[in-house]
Nanobody, 117 residues
């Protein structure tokens, strides 16, 4: 069974930093683009960043320059380093694995990030 297990959410003051991690099963990790999405109350889920199996990264404009996504094949994890956090970054953050063969994607359970002003 494929699992994506997120960790690292929490409460931080504006201007602070947090790091989110998502551990994936080895097979899915190796064949998938891995991404972080977020959903704030009353809003649609949106892409934050993703990284392909070739380590090509894409960022939402609102986080570019503040967030960094990376993947570690030795640990089968994808990490999102978030700096200069702002209250508008408050959301539930979800890890997603999108297999390169076009098969169904997988989602983690979500982790709450709250940024206080």
């Amino acid at each position: 069974q494929v699992q994506l297990v997120e960790s690292g959410g929490g409460l931080v003051q504006a201007g602070g930093s947090l790091t989110l991690s998502c551990a994936a099963s080895r097979i899915i990790f190796g064949m998938s683009t891995l991404g972080w999405y977020r959903q704030a109350p009353g809003k649609q889920r949106e892409l934050v960043a993703h990284i392909t199996t070739s380590y090509v990264t894409t960022y939402a404009g609102s986080v570019k320059g503040r967030f960094t996504i990376s993947r570690d094949s030795t640990k089968n994890t994808v990490t999102l380093r978030m700096n200069s956090l702002q209250p508008e970054d408050t959301a539930v953050y979800y890890c997603k694995a999108s297999p390169n063969d076009g098969s169904d994607s997988y989602w983690g359970q979500g982790t709450q990030v709250t940024v206080s002003s």
